[in-house]
Protein backbone atom coordinates (compact mmCIF):
# COMPACT_ATOMS: atom_id res chain seq x y z
CA UNK A 1 0.00 0.00 0.00
CA UNK A 2 1.59 3.44 -0.85
CA UNK A 3 1.73 6.47 1.15
CA UNK A 4 -1.28 8.09 -0.96
CA UNK A 5 -3.37 4.91 -0.67
CA UNK A 6 -2.90 5.20 3.55
CA UNK A 7 -4.22 8.39 3.57
CA UNK A 8 -6.87 8.00 1.69
CA UNK A 9 -7.82 4.71 3.86
CA UNK A 10 -7.46 7.09 7.01
CA UNK A 11 -4.61 5.15 8.13
CA UNK A 12 -2.90 8.27 9.42
CA UNK A 13 0.99 7.08 7.83
CA UNK A 14 4.15 8.21 8.28
CA UNK A 15 6.98 9.79 6.12
CA UNK A 16 10.71 9.91 6.95
CA UNK A 17 11.96 13.37 5.50
CA UNK A 18 16.16 13.00 4.93
CA UNK A 19 18.74 14.85 3.15
CA UNK A 20 21.00 13.41 0.95
CA UNK A 21 24.51 12.71 0.58
CA UNK A 22 26.63 15.59 -1.78
CA UNK A 23 27.40 12.78 -4.15
CA UNK A 24 25.89 9.50 -4.62
CA UNK A 25 26.91 6.90 -1.87
CA UNK A 26 23.72 4.34 -1.88
CA UNK A 27 25.25 2.93 1.70
CA UNK A 28 24.90 6.66 3.34
CA UNK A 29 21.54 7.31 1.78
CA UNK A 30 20.06 3.97 2.61
CA UNK A 31 21.41 4.10 5.95
CA UNK A 32 19.02 7.46 6.20
CA UNK A 33 15.85 6.08 4.19
CA UNK A 34 15.86 3.12 6.89
CA UNK A 35 16.64 5.25 9.83
CA UNK A 36 12.80 4.62 11.09
CA UNK A 37 12.32 1.01 10.04
CA UNK A 38 8.91 -0.31 8.94
CA UNK A 39 7.37 2.65 11.08
CA UNK A 40 7.24 4.72 7.95
CA UNK A 41 5.66 3.63 4.22
CA UNK A 42 7.64 6.38 2.03
CA UNK A 43 11.25 8.59 2.44
CA UNK A 44 10.64 12.30 1.33
CA UNK A 45 13.68 13.35 -0.05
CA UNK A 46 14.70 16.68 -0.29
CA UNK A 47 16.53 18.82 -2.66
CA UNK A 48 19.41 20.93 -1.22
CA UNK A 49 22.09 23.53 -3.23
CA UNK A 50 25.38 21.13 -3.76
CA UNK A 51 23.77 17.51 -2.55
CA UNK A 52 22.41 14.93 -4.85
CA UNK A 53 19.41 15.86 -6.46
CA UNK A 54 15.97 14.44 -5.03
CA UNK A 55 15.85 12.58 -8.14
CA UNK A 56 18.47 10.98 -8.32
CA UNK A 57 18.12 9.92 -4.60
CA UNK A 58 14.53 8.71 -5.32
CA UNK A 59 15.77 7.33 -8.21
CA UNK A 60 18.21 4.57 -6.55
CA UNK A 61 15.90 4.53 -3.35
CA UNK A 62 13.09 2.86 -5.78
CA UNK A 63 15.23 0.53 -6.98
CA UNK A 64 16.05 -0.72 -3.58
CA UNK A 65 12.91 -0.98 -3.18
CA UNK A 66 11.26 1.44 -1.34
CA UNK A 67 9.30 4.22 -1.24
CA UNK A 68 10.50 7.91 -2.11
CA UNK A 69 8.71 10.74 -2.49
CA UNK A 70 10.68 13.30 -5.36
CA UNK A 71 10.78 16.85 -4.30
CA UNK A 72 10.71 18.71 -7.64
CA UNK A 73 12.15 21.95 -6.85
CA UNK A 74 11.28 24.67 -10.03
CA UNK A 75 13.39 27.53 -8.81
CA UNK A 76 15.71 28.52 -12.07
CA UNK A 77 14.51 25.54 -13.95
CA UNK A 78 12.65 26.00 -17.36
CA UNK A 79 9.42 24.24 -18.19
CA UNK A 80 11.09 21.48 -20.28
CA UNK A 81 14.03 20.58 -17.77
CA UNK A 82 11.36 19.79 -15.63
CA UNK A 83 9.77 17.80 -18.51
CA UNK A 84 12.55 15.89 -19.18
CA UNK A 85 12.44 14.65 -15.35
CA UNK A 86 8.75 13.83 -15.01
CA UNK A 87 9.62 11.89 -17.71
CA UNK A 88 12.62 10.05 -15.98
CA UNK A 89 10.77 9.69 -12.48
CA UNK A 90 7.16 8.54 -14.38
CA UNK A 91 9.64 6.08 -16.24
CA UNK A 92 11.44 4.46 -13.22
CA UNK A 93 7.95 3.99 -11.58
CA UNK A 94 8.13 6.79 -9.04
CA UNK A 95 4.75 7.15 -7.20
CA UNK A 96 4.75 10.79 -5.45
CA UNK A 97 6.15 14.00 -6.32
CA UNK A 98 6.46 17.20 -4.07
CA UNK A 99 6.62 20.27 -6.21
CA UNK A 100 7.94 22.93 -4.83
CA UNK A 101 9.67 26.33 -5.41
CA UNK A 102 13.20 25.16 -3.50
CA UNK A 103 15.48 27.24 -1.48
CA UNK A 104 18.71 27.11 -4.14
CA UNK A 105 20.05 29.89 -6.44
CA UNK A 106 18.61 30.13 -9.34
CA UNK A 107 20.16 32.21 -12.55
CA UNK A 108 16.84 32.14 -14.26
CA UNK A 109 13.75 33.65 -13.53
CA UNK A 110 12.14 29.66 -13.10
CA UNK A 111 8.29 27.88 -13.97
CA UNK A 112 5.88 28.26 -11.29
CA UNK A 113 4.78 25.61 -8.95
CA UNK A 114 1.48 25.40 -10.56
CA UNK A 115 3.12 25.01 -13.98
CA UNK A 116 5.25 21.86 -12.86
CA UNK A 117 2.06 20.48 -11.20
CA UNK A 118 0.57 20.58 -14.35
CA UNK A 119 3.01 18.73 -16.21
CA UNK A 120 3.11 15.97 -14.25
CA UNK A 121 -0.65 15.54 -14.36
CA UNK A 122 -0.15 15.72 -18.28
CA UNK A 123 3.42 13.10 -18.36
CA UNK A 124 2.44 11.11 -15.31
CA UNK A 125 -1.16 10.81 -14.63
CA UNK A 126 -0.72 8.20 -12.12
CA UNK A 127 1.75 10.59 -9.62
CA UNK A 128 0.66 11.37 -6.57
CA UNK A 129 1.17 15.14 -6.37
CA UNK A 130 2.21 17.09 -2.98
CA UNK A 131 3.07 21.09 -2.65
CA UNK A 132 4.21 22.92 0.32
CA UNK A 133 2.65 24.99 2.97
CA UNK A 134 4.21 27.55 5.39
CA UNK A 135 1.59 27.37 8.06
CA UNK A 136 2.96 30.40 9.83
CA UNK A 137 2.23 32.91 6.90
CA UNK A 138 -1.07 34.01 7.14
CA UNK A 139 -1.50 36.63 4.41
CA UNK A 140 -3.66 37.00 1.71
CA UNK A 141 -1.03 36.18 -1.10
CA UNK A 142 0.13 32.80 0.49
CA UNK A 143 -3.50 31.67 0.54
CA UNK A 144 -4.23 32.51 -3.04
CA UNK A 145 -0.69 30.91 -3.74
CA UNK A 146 -1.96 27.60 -1.94
CA UNK A 147 -5.45 27.25 -3.18
CA UNK A 148 -4.13 27.91 -6.48
CA UNK A 149 -1.89 24.79 -6.44
CA UNK A 150 -4.59 22.41 -5.00
CA UNK A 151 -6.65 23.77 -7.75
CA UNK A 152 -3.85 23.06 -10.24
CA UNK A 153 -4.07 19.33 -8.75
CA UNK A 154 -1.85 19.35 -5.79
CA UNK A 155 -4.08 16.30 -3.43
CA UNK A 156 -1.44 16.73 -0.32
CA UNK A 157 0.35 19.65 1.56
CA UNK A 158 3.39 19.05 3.39
CA UNK A 159 3.86 21.38 6.41
CA UNK A 160 6.73 23.08 7.87
CA UNK A 161 7.59 21.84 11.44
CA UNK A 162 4.62 21.75 14.24
CA UNK A 163 5.69 23.86 17.50
CA UNK A 164 2.24 25.99 17.49
CA UNK A 165 -1.08 24.08 17.05
CA UNK A 166 -3.25 27.17 15.96
CA UNK A 167 -1.43 28.02 12.61
CA UNK A 168 -1.68 24.46 11.77
CA UNK A 169 -5.54 24.45 12.24
CA UNK A 170 -6.22 27.72 10.24
CA UNK A 171 -3.97 26.49 7.36
CA UNK A 172 -5.40 22.83 7.27
CA UNK A 173 -8.57 24.47 7.62
CA UNK A 174 -8.30 26.76 4.70
CA UNK A 175 -6.99 23.16 2.67
CA UNK A 176 -9.83 21.41 3.12
CA UNK A 177 -12.39 24.22 2.46
CA UNK A 178 -10.27 24.92 -0.98
CA UNK A 179 -10.60 21.37 -1.69
CA UNK A 180 -12.23 18.66 0.59
CA UNK A 181 -10.08 15.38 -0.67
CA UNK A 182 -6.73 17.02 0.02
CA UNK A 183 -4.79 15.78 2.64
CA UNK A 184 -2.41 17.79 4.94
CA UNK A 185 0.82 15.87 6.33
CA UNK A 186 1.98 17.80 9.64
CA UNK A 187 6.00 17.81 10.06
CA UNK A 188 6.82 17.12 13.55
CA UNK A 189 10.68 17.27 14.66
CA UNK A 190 12.50 16.28 18.00
CA UNK A 191 14.79 19.46 18.73
CA UNK A 192 16.62 18.76 21.84
CA UNK A 193 18.45 21.76 22.32
CA UNK A 194 17.12 25.56 22.51
CA UNK A 195 20.31 25.95 20.03
CA UNK A 196 18.42 23.66 17.98
CA UNK A 197 15.08 24.99 18.31
CA UNK A 198 16.81 28.52 16.87
CA UNK A 199 18.91 27.01 14.49
CA UNK A 200 16.09 25.35 12.27
CA UNK A 201 13.76 28.92 13.42
CA UNK A 202 16.24 31.39 11.41
CA UNK A 203 16.59 28.55 8.75
CA UNK A 204 13.05 27.90 7.87
CA UNK A 205 12.15 31.63 8.81
CA UNK A 206 9.66 30.39 11.10
CA UNK A 207 8.84 31.65 15.02
CA UNK A 208 10.19 29.22 18.04
CA UNK A 209 7.70 29.76 20.81
CA UNK A 210 8.96 30.75 23.90
CA UNK A 211 6.72 27.82 25.82
CA UNK A 212 8.53 25.31 23.92
CA UNK A 213 11.89 26.58 24.25
CA UNK A 214 11.43 26.40 27.49
CA UNK A 215 10.57 23.09 27.83
CA UNK A 216 13.50 21.94 25.33
CA UNK A 217 15.50 24.32 27.79
CA UNK A 218 14.41 22.05 31.34
CA UNK A 219 16.81 18.91 29.37
CA UNK A 220 16.55 16.05 26.94
CA UNK A 221 13.58 14.04 28.52
CA UNK A 222 11.34 17.05 28.21
CA UNK A 223 11.70 17.86 24.81
CA UNK A 224 11.37 14.28 23.97
CA UNK A 225 7.96 14.50 25.70
CA UNK A 226 7.51 17.75 24.21
CA UNK A 227 7.93 15.82 20.70
CA UNK A 228 6.03 12.51 21.60
CA UNK A 229 3.15 15.16 23.04
CA UNK A 230 3.20 17.30 19.09
CA UNK A 231 2.89 13.43 17.95
CA UNK A 232 0.16 12.71 19.86
CA UNK A 233 -1.69 15.73 19.29
CA UNK A 234 -1.55 15.55 15.16
CA UNK A 235 -2.69 12.33 15.62
CA UNK A 236 -6.04 13.33 16.98
CA UNK A 237 -6.34 16.52 14.99
CA UNK A 238 -9.27 15.25 11.78
CA UNK A 239 -7.84 17.66 9.90
CA UNK A 240 -4.41 16.08 9.72
CA UNK A 241 -3.83 13.37 7.48
CA UNK A 242 -0.61 12.00 8.16
CA UNK A 243 3.14 13.01 9.60
CA UNK A 244 6.46 13.81 8.48
CA UNK A 245 9.41 13.31 10.89
CA UNK A 246 12.51 14.94 10.23
CA UNK A 247 15.84 15.09 12.13
CA UNK A 248 17.78 17.90 13.28
CA UNK A 249 21.19 16.25 11.66
CA UNK A 250 20.82 14.27 8.21
CA UNK A 251 22.61 11.74 10.82
CA UNK A 252 21.35 11.94 14.04
CA UNK A 253 23.02 10.77 17.75
CA UNK A 254 23.17 7.42 18.48
CA UNK A 255 19.76 6.59 20.34
CA UNK A 256 17.65 8.93 18.14
CA UNK A 257 16.03 6.74 16.11
CA UNK A 258 15.22 4.47 18.94
CA UNK A 259 13.58 7.31 20.92
CA UNK A 260 11.83 8.75 17.46
CA UNK A 261 10.02 4.95 17.02
CA UNK A 262 8.81 4.58 20.81
CA UNK A 263 7.14 7.80 20.62
CA UNK A 264 5.62 6.60 17.15
CA UNK A 265 4.50 3.31 19.11
CA UNK A 266 3.28 4.90 22.23
CA UNK A 267 0.97 6.90 20.29
CA UNK A 268 -0.16 4.65 18.07
CA UNK A 269 1.18 6.44 14.96
CA UNK A 270 3.08 3.96 11.96
CA UNK A 271 0.97 1.00 13.06
CA UNK A 272 0.62 -1.51 10.84
CA UNK A 273 -2.81 -2.29 12.02
CA UNK A 274 -3.94 1.57 10.78
CA UNK A 275 -5.20 4.65 12.07
CA UNK A 276 -4.43 5.69 15.67
CA UNK A 277 -6.96 4.29 17.82
CA UNK A 278 -9.13 7.73 18.70
CA UNK A 279 -9.18 8.75 15.10
Known amino acids: MSFAEAMERGEFPVSLEITPPRTSRPAVLLRRARLLEARTLTVNVIQRPERQSSLEAALELKREGLEPIWHLATGGRT ?31 GTRVTEAIAVVQEQAPGMAIGAALDQYRKDER ?59 SERLHIPAPEALRTRIAAGEEEAWRAFEETLATLARVELVDAVAIMTYRADPSEGTAERIIAALRRTGIGDTAGAPADR
Open 142 to 200: SDNLLAAKLRAGARSIWTQPVFDLAPLLRSAGFVKAVRPDAHVVAMAMPLLTPESLDAI
Open 79 to 109: RDAIATDVTRAQEAGLGHVLCLRGDHAADTP
